[in-house]
């Protein structure tokens, strides 16, 4: 089966520019995450979708980021402006079910530097 | 809030031997999942093993294998026979039987020739 899929692969950008990572889940799976890595740390939830509803956005900062999945399948982060903290990897993950007993099958990412 | 703590930054080993990762956490739950994930330089996240809390038996996966202690809240990663392509970052993660990940700071294996 296809993994899942992101893109675009690299971006930089100036600090206070807007910026837009897609993702495209596994076909079928209904959960839908976005993680940002910082370089050296672990990975931290930023948002997850079931289906096209939101589960959790504890962690996203919604004064600068946006997220969505229209008909519960492609799904969109974007960062407005962006600051020179929010240079990161950002993952996107999907999972069939909302259980997560087995993991998430992860994207590659997308890595963004804010200049 | 569950945490997930890897004391061990950088580890390295040589080519055909054995290798421990650390791993401890802290939660109240009772019932959770526990994962090891592989992180190359490609940056995409593959999933190493995975451990059920309520099962007692350790899991294995050919070369690795896992040392799950309930009670001392500690998931340890062994990696026999290490090869060169097991050069990795390794998240050691948790989670509860729905939503996310809390991953570990990771750990940076380094394998020898």
């Known amino acids: 089966e296809a993994g899942v899929a992101q893109s675009p692969r690299y971006k930089i950008i100036e600090k206070r520019q807007s910026v837009a990572f897609w993702c495209n889940p596994i076909?079928?799976?209904?959960?839908l995450y976005w993680y940002q890595q910082i370089l050296g740390q672990g990975p931290k939830l930023l948002i997850q979708f079931q289906n096209n509803g939101v589960v959790d956005d504890s962690q996203l900062p919604k004064d600068r980021f946006s997220a969505e999945r229209l008909k519960g399948v492609d799904s969109t982060l974007k960062i407005q402006p962006a600051k020179l903290e929010d240079s990161a990897v950002y993952l996107c993950a999907s999972s069939l079910e909302e259980e997560t007993r087995d993991g998430y099958t992860f994207g590659s990412g997308t890595r963004l530097t804010v200049v | 809030a569950q945490t997930v703590t890897q004391s061990q930054p950088e580890m390295s080993v040589q080519e055909a031997e054995t290798v421990t990762l650390s791993c401890t956490y802290d939660t109240s739950e009772n019932n959770y999942y526990l994962f090891w994930y592989k992180q190359p330089p490609s940056r995409q996240m593959i999933l190493v093993i995975r451990q059920e809390a309520y099962k007692q038996q350790n899991a294995t996966e050919n070369r690795f294998s896992v040392n799950f202690q309930k009670a001392a809240k500690s998931f340890s990663l062994k990696i026999s026979d290490s090869q060169l392509g097991d050069t990795a970052m390794y998240f050691c993660a948790f989670s509860t039987s729905y939503g996310k990940l809390t991953f570990g700071q990771g750990t940076i294996l380094t394998v020898h020739p």
């Open positions: 076909s079928g799976h209904a959960t």
